[in-house]
């Protein structure tokens, strides 16, 4: 069975930093693409980060570009994300996901998500 | 700040048949396959319909999509009080080289 287990949530003050793990079994993670997916409280799905599975590939929303870096270690079959220069509307559910299919041909690109992780909270906030 | 625009709410009696809309653009939806994600209150998403018309297995065939031009839509047919939730439609968009979601749709059976 697939499984997806983030950490590393927390409460950190406007300006600090987190780093975020995702403990991924039951597949061969390195052939993977994953991705990070946020939710603020309330509000809607939000992507946030996605690399490939060798990890020479990433990209990132415009929003953490420049702040987070997402990395992974193949080896430890684990994903993370690095927060700096946090902000009180990163506070968000921080999900992390699969990506069975991760491709662009010459005529679209196919990205989807699944299965998604429980999800990890992060709040920031004085 | 979402990209792809979907009604706020959607209902229906159990039976009926429910269509959700994701409109996008040509950089999206217009050239790339749409996925639909189910969100049941305080749980994490699952996803319900990938390369805009496909349904991973266990997920009923009452869920289907299909897509048109720069929109999408999911239809849930035969509506079950356990389809209540959050439904967000999504799409690789080309200019942002990055993914987007739907601002979402609730979900009501009455």
């Known amino acids: 069975e697939v499984q997806l287990m983030e950490s590393g949530g927390g409460l950190v003050q406007p300006g600090g930093s987190l780093r975020l793990s995702c403990a991924a079994s039951?597949?061969?993670?390195?052939?993977?693409?994953m991705s990070w997916v946020r939710q603020a409280p309330g509000r809607g799905l939000e992507w946030v980060s996605h690399?490939?599975?060798?990890?020479?590939?990433?990209y990132y929303a415009d929003s953490v570009k420049g702040r987070f870096i997402i990395s992974r270690d193949n080896s430890k079959n684990t994903l993370y994300l690095q927060m700096k220069s946090l902000r009180g509307e990163d506070t968000a559910v921080y999900y992390c996901?699969?990506?069975?299919?991760?491709?662009?041909?010459?005529?679209?690109?196919?990205?989807?998500?699944?299965?998604w992780g429980q999800g990890t909270l992060v709040t920031v906030s004085s | 700040q979402s990209v792809l625009t979907q009604p706020p709410s959607a209902s229906g009696t159990p039976g009926q048949r429910v269509t959700i809309s994701c409109s996008g653009s040509?950089?999206?939806?217009?050239?790339?396959?749409v996925n639909w994600y189910q969100q049941l209150p305080g749980t994490a998403p699952k996803v319900l319909i990938h390369?805009?018309?496909q349904r991973p297995s266990g997920v009923p065939d009452r869920f289907s999509g299909s897509k048109s031009g720069t929109s999408a839509s999911l239809a849930i047919s035969g509506l079950q009080s356990e389809d209540e939730a959050d439904y967000y439609c999504?799409?690789?968009?080309?200019?942002?080289?990055?993914?987007?979601f739907g601002t979402g749709t609730e979900v009501t059976v009455l």
């Open positions: 996901a699969k990506e069975p299919s991760s491709y662009c041909s010459s005529t679209h690109c196919s990205h989807w998500f699944d299965p």
């Open positions: 999504a799409a690789w968009d080309d200019i942002l080289n990055g993914y987007v």
């Open positions: 690399i490939s599975g060798s990890g020479d590939t990433t």
């Open positions: 390369n805009t018309n």
């Open positions: 040509s950089s999206n939806i217009g050239t790339n396959t």
């Open positions: 039951g597949f061969a993670f390195g052939s993977y693409a």
